[in-house]
């Protein structure tokens, strides 16, 4: 009786650990790299074997063959939505903006995707439907109304998250906010360099800036939005379930070290294929390169055709007296290209860098390109533009694998750019640094999407695993940083203070009183 509980417990526990699970992933934000990096996480999950719905703007072109079904549900309204929101951004000229006047804008703007996403006649179809999953993954970018979807289906929500621990993505889960040492997203400058007093004070009104916008205008909006789409349901706030998952797009490889909660994972370059073949002209082209090539893509979102005219000519001018070869990644012709330089556009980035001449990349200073060119250990010159590619740049300039030249920078000139990369290209230090950081990237236990996909499936065989989660995440902030209980001690200390103030002084007055005849004597 015994021997065939355990029999049955065992096999019920395989077919437990071997089923597949059934996930669904919503992104209806995320556009150009983002897109990458939800695709490849879902397909990764798909090729393990677990059956796959995503939501997407997006429709892929050739549909993975995968061991798992994969299926998608597209958002087609929300594509057009996007790119024509990316036409009027002007990325370009946004960059010139402090990103902390940028924010109520872009909140405005999202708003209206997440509006339209949850109004989608599918999305309220998938929603009214009798499916199951076992889990959901949320892009975390502006994913809070997206809570409905676990909530519905009744499951773990896991958050996938395109850069490193950081303020926005930390109260999920309760990651402690390192204000004292790490920048906030919105201040330029290297968290590798230690913050100075007046850098610490900044950091906090940022912070302070932040919670004052989420806690009155964004999570405001949220509950609007998802209220006026399902009248009924509770606010983002109090729809349950948390997150039971952060999944990081980073590693200590890229970034500076950071404290992790333990159900905060990173995952960074798990979007990275190891290198395929070339396609010939590209293999021909850079088998000739004698003295070395170079790489120049300023990434999908940022078109390089939309450069200004005076930026081209300066990089035309440069990238012609190279004796390297130069592959450019442009989206159209080119009047006027130097003979050492091809265009194309559109190329086979990771493959490329795997090249052995390639000598250097220049790039927007994006986080899949900076994660691409530590996995090939190829040293970068970066010309951010926005967001977080100057944040990006500094980290590898620190990091000593990269020089950077702002795209908006004053000093852009012909002669720097030159400058700088002649001096990637000549002084080894770089391409040692760019190799060291590469050969901590691929020191680890387990490969990137190896970690994401057992992650994953802890989570979905745990039921939500809320025993990772760090009781500090439900607290309220001022409890979090002990503001309560520092105020009241100093209220205490305060009356403590006053009350032997006033002791003494009578003390004081009766002993003066007592004393004085005496005094009076004397002095006479
Ligand atoms: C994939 O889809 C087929 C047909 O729709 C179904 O029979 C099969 O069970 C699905 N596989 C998984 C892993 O859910
Ligand atoms: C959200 O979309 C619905 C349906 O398209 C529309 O009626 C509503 O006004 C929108 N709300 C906002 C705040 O844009
Ligand atoms: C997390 O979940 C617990 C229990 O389900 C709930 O009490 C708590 O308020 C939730 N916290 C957040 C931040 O949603
Ligand atoms: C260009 O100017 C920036 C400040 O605007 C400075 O940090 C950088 O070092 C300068 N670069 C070069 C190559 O002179």
Redesign the pocket.
């Known amino acids: 009786m015994f021997v065939l509980f355990v029999k049955c417990s065992i096999l019920c526990c395989l077919v437990k650990y071997g089923e597949p699970a059934r996930i669904l992933g919503v992104f209806p934000m995320s556009s150009g790299s983002h897109h990458i990096l939800v695709y490849k996480l879902m397909k990764g999950l798909a090729d393990a074997g677990h059956d796959i719905t995503m939501v997407t703007p997006y429709e892929q072109e050739n549909m993975p063959k995968t061991k798992g079904n994969y299926s998608e549900i597209i958002l087609d309204e929300m594509r057009e939505l996007i790119s024509a929101q990316h036409k009027n951004l002007d990325l370009f000229n946004m960059g010139k903006q402090n990103m902390a006047v940028m924010m109520p804008l872009l909140i405005t703007i999202f708003g209206r995707n997440i509006n339209n996403t949850l109004h989608h006649p599918k999305v309220r179809a998938l929603l009214s439907s009798n499916e199951k999953f076992d889990a959901v993954i949320v892009e975390h970018f502006m994913a809070d109304v997206m809570k409905i979807f676990p909530s519905v289906f009744n499951c773990p929500l896991i958050l996938l998250y395109s850069m490193g621990p950081n303020s926005w993505i930390n109260p999920s889960v309760g990651n402690p906010q390192e204000i004292s040492y790490a920048r906030h997203l919105y201040s330029r400058g290297n968290n590798a360099v230690p913050m100075t007093f007046f850098d610490r004070i900044i950091n906090v009104l940022y912070h302070v800036f932040d919670y004052l916008l989420n806690t009155f205008y964004y999570h405001p909006l949220c509950d609007k939005l998802l209220r006026n789409a399902y009248p009924g349901v509770p606010d983002t706030k109090s729809l349950a379930p948390n997150a039971s998952l952060v999944l990081l797009n980073s590693h200590t490889s890229l970034y500076p070290a950071h404290p992790l909660v333990p159900n905060m994972v990173e995952i960074g370059g798990y979007h990275v294929d190891p290198p395929g073949k070339l396609p010939k002209d590209l293999q021909e082209f850079l088998d000739n390169a004698k003295d070395g090539a170079v790489y120049f893509s300023m990434g999908s979102n940022l078109k390089s055709k939309l450069m200004s005219e005076e930026r081209k000519k300066i990089i035309l001018n440069v990238l012609g007296r190279l004796k390297q070869k130069v592959i450019w990644k442009f989206e159209e012709e080119l009047p006027g290209k130097p003979d050492n330089v091809l265009i194309k556009k559109w190329l086979p980035q990771q493959d490329i860098l795997a090249h052995p001449n390639i000598r250097l990349f220049i790039t927007h200073g994006g986080l899949l390109s900076t994660t691409e060119t530590v996995y090939h250990g190829v040293p970068i010159l970066a010309i951010p533009v926005f967001g977080d590619q100057p944040g990006n740049a500094e980290k590898a300039e620190y990091a000593g694998y990269a020089?950077?030249?702002?795209y908006h920078?004053?000093?852009?000139t012909e002669e720097?750019l030159e400058?700088?990369i002649l001096e990637l290209l000549n002084n080894p230090k770089y391409r040692e640094n760019a190799q060291r950081r590469s050969k901590l990237f691929h020191d680890r236990p387990m490969k990137p999407m190896d970690t994401a996909i057992y992650w994953v499936e802890y989570v979905i065989r745990n039921n939500g695993a809320q025993h990772l989660r760090i009781a500090g995440a439900d607290q309220a902030w001022y409890e979090y940083y002990l503001v309560d209980v520092v105020l009241f001690l100093l209220a205490c200390l305060v009356v403590v203070f006053e009350i032997s103030k006033f002791v003494l002084k009578k003390a004081f007055l009766v002993v003066r009183s007592k004393l004085s005849p005496k005094q009076k004597l004397k002095t006479k």
């Not at 020089?403 to 702002?406: A, E, F, N, T």
């Not at 920078?409 to 852009?412: H, I, M, P, S, V």
């Open positions: 020089l950077k030249l702002g920078d004053e000093n852009f720097n400058k700088s």
